[in-house]
């Protein structure tokens, strides 16, 4: 035990609010510590001398400055409270606006040209089979079958496809 806990549970249990178990542990180390054993004997020969003693006058006012402070003190709290969090919580947001404007910035950009044939219908919410339709309503059986081998055909004029 330490003495400055020490000094502490010397005067609760002056008081007679300290429990029997750190009472105990306040004994053993009253009878290994001589500083302690001198404040404690300290304390109890200014309560003693204090108890015959009648209770000090307050000074005038007392009540209406004490009631002041308070209110003073409860006013000032929820700016303190504020101020607390707000120091932490200005660099948490600040860091989380920059992840969110960092993951925006570096997303690779969508274009036209890597969707598909079906995904372009989709996104203009048309009907891929309106198209094919038209392929079966032709007369002759070699433009139908022509037609539909380029209806399949998906790739663009131009463009290479690496293997």
Not at 90 to 112: E, K, T
Request: proline share 7%.
């Amino acid at each position: 035990m330490r003495c400055r806990e020490a000094e502490k549970w010397v005067l609760r249990s002056m008081d007679g609010t300290l429990s029997s178990d750190r009472q105990s542990a306040l004994d053993e180390h009253l009878d290994r510590c001589p500083n302690c054993r001198k404040a404690r004997q300290e304390y109890a020969s200014t309560i003693a001398a204090l108890r015959g003693q009648p209770a000090a006058e307050l000074l005038p006012y007392f009540w209406n400055r004490l009631e002041s402070r308070i209110r003073e003190r409860e006013r000032l709290e929820p700016w303190t409270v504020w101020t607390k969090w707000s120091l932490r919580a200005i660099p948490v947001a600040l860091l989380l606006i920059g992840f969110f404007v960092g993951a925006i910035a570096f997303q690779p950009p969508v274009s036209d040209e890597e969707m598909s044939q079906p995904a372009a219908l989709l996104l203009r919410n048309a009907n891929p089979l309106s198209e094919t339709s038209t392929f079966f309503d032709e007369e002759k059986s070699e433009n139908k079958n022509m037609m539909i081998i380029f209806a399949g055909d998906e790739r663009l004029p131009g463009r290479r496809y690496l293997p």
